[in-house]
Structures are given as C-alpha cells and as structure tokens.
C-alpha cells in the first residue's frame, strides 16, 4: 500500500486526514474544491497550488492520482496459481484437480503447527482426511514426476 510519494521540489504528497477533507468538502466553488484535494495532500493551500508553474501542479495531480488510484489502497496478494474449488462429495476430479487441491492443502499443513492439521481439514475444510491424504499424495507425485 502507497501512504506517500515524494514530489521532486514540492514536497511529499500524502493522504488527506479527516481535518483536511472535511475543509476541502467545505469549499463552496468546485474548481477550488477539486484542487483542494490535491493541495492539501501536499500541504499547499488553493492559493499557494495556483501560483505554482503549470509543470508543477501537475507533477502534484500525478502523484494525487497515483496515490488515490484503486491498486495503490489494495495490499497486493502474489498469487502463483488460482485457488481450486474444495471438492464436492459426489464429484470427480482429474489427476490435475486433485494435485492442485494437494498442493493448497500441504501449503495449509506447512503453515499450521504440529497436530492441528487433521482437525483443520475434518473442521473447515469440507472433505475426510483420507481424502485430504490422497490430494496431497497426488500433489507430491505430480512434483516428483
């Protein structure tokens, strides 16, 4: 998650605390307001922002919209493979399906202490602990193949 960028001259453009926003939400004209938001993030007021070069404001619009763009908020999740469904009862899986579902399964049993794993899977996840023995079988042997 992005809290600050550094603006080369300017300063460090952050996010607005609750003081600042509700005096930026306060400002009558709309063009000022819009400003506001950007000023106030690096610590100008709507004068101060106006009286910069052009080149300036928008080396300060760019790092406000970089800093309030969706992706900078979103903590990042490195994902190696998609998560497989857990397995219905009555359902049949290919050889891949069940080494996929294995594969999540000895990464939850590498991440829980010692014991707490047979309860884990009997618990939340849906499937019999043989079934749980099989998908991590068929994960490791698709690993050594």
């Not at 594969?103 to 019999?128: C, M, N, Y």
Request: aromatic content about 6%; overall charge positive; hydrophobic content about 40%.
């Amino acid at each position: 998650m992005i809290t600050e960028i550094e603006v080369e001259g300017i300063g460090t453009m952050r996010h607005m605390n609750a003081f600042q926003m509700r005096r930026a939400l306060r400002i009558a004209d709309r063009k000022n307001r819009a400003i506001a938001l950007a000023a106030f993030g690096i610590g100008l007021t709507v004068q101060d922002f106006k009286k910069l070069s052009a080149d300036q404001q928008r080396l300060i619009w760019d790092a406000h919209n970089r800093l309030t763009a969706p992706g900078a908020c979103a903590p990042s999740r490195p994902t190696t493979e998609p998560a497989a469904k857990p397995p219905r009862a009555w359902e049949r899986l290919s050889e891949a399906e069940k080494a996929a579902y294995g594969r999540q399964l000895l990464h939850v049993k590498a991440s829980l202490p010692h014991g707490h794993f047979r309860r884990w899977v009997e618990d939340k996840s849906g499937i019999t602990y043989s079934q749980a023995q099989r998908y991590m079988s068929a994960a490791k042997a698709q690993v050594a193949a």
